[in-house]
Structure formats: structure tokens, C-alpha cells
């Protein structure tokens, strides 16, 4: 445990505190990393993630890590790959290629066509400014408003 850190330290000049070590040797279970901006949460979730290859013998490809933006999903390769060359691929993604991931898998499965509104635009497919003013209007018919 302590010459993960310790080869981290004299690797990549990398020091993690206390309750940063504590998050990295977290295994078991959900995590909550709470911190202020530049604290170190991301070094210590690379970190955690090259622990769990190195030490706990996971598969780096049965890792998914997840974040809400494309660039700190990229930040994240980055950083990554720097830190441990030699590990393995992870998949670094943002929560809306998971939840597209699971979606259209789900729905090929069942046989389902879909297309995305988003993105390109398609003349096939209405305008998703145009489809959200139909379901307002669709969803305000038979709703009466009082004032009381």
C-alpha cells in the first residue's frame, strides 16, 4: 500500500495527504469526493484508478470513468496515460455517452430505430425547439389554472 504511494512520490513527484490516500485505498463500495477547485480531486481519482489496476489486479478495460464534460473526460486520458503508460486502456466518457450507451444498446436490442435530434441537422426529423413546443402545448391541454 504505501509503495504505490511511495513510487508515485519518486515517479511522478506525486504526493497525495492523508485523505487523499484514504479515497485512493477506498475499494469497496461508492466514494464521494468533496473538495474546492484544485484540490486535487482528479489526481486522486487517476490515482485510485492506477491503484486498483496495480494493486488490486483490475482489468484496466473493466474500468469506466465518468465525468460531466468532454474536456475533463480528455483531462482525465491525459493525465492517465502520463501516470501510468503501461496499465492499459481505461474509458474516460461523460455521463451523456454513458446514458447514450445504455440507451441505444437497450433499444437495438428490442428492435427499436431511433435517431437523434441533436447535433446535425436532419430534415427527416422535426427540430427539437419545434418538438418541445408540441409536448408544452400537449401537456397545457385540459390544465385549467386557478388563482385563489
Not at 2 to 22: A, C, I, M, S, Y
Not at 45 to 59: D, F, N, Q, T
Not at 102 to 129: C, M, V
Request: proline share 5%; glycine share 8%.
Amino acid at each position: 500500500m504505501t509503495d504505490f504511494f511511495g513510487r508515485q512520490e519518486k515517479l511522478h513527484k506525486v504526493r497525495l495527504n492523508k485523505v487523499q490516500q484514504k479515497a485512493v485505498l477506498h475499494t469497496k463500495g461508492p466514494l464521494l469526493l468533496l473538495a474546492c477547485p484544485g484540490s486535487g480531486k482528479t489526481t486522486t481519482l487517476i490515482m485510485r484508478i492506477g491503484y486498483l489496476i496495480e494493486e488490486k489486479g483490475v482489468p484496466a478495460n473493466r474500468i469506466k470513468a465518468i465525468t460531466f464534460s468532454r474536456a475533463a473526460a480528455s483531462d482525465m486520458k491525459v493525465r492517465y496515460e502520463h501516470f501510468f503508460p503501461n496499465l492499459g486502456t481505461v474509458n474516460f466518457s461523460t455521463i451523456h455517452s454513458l446514458a447514450f450507451s445504455i440507451t441505444s444498446r437497450y433499444l437495438k436490442g428490442q428492435g427499436i430505430a431511433f435517431s437523434l435530434i441533436e447535433g446535425t441537422p436532419n430534415p427527416q426529423l422535426p427540430a427539437k425547439s419545434q418538438l418541445i413546443k408540441e409536448l408544452y402545448k400537449q401537456n397545457l391541454k385540459g390544465c385549467r389554472y386557478r388563482s385563489d
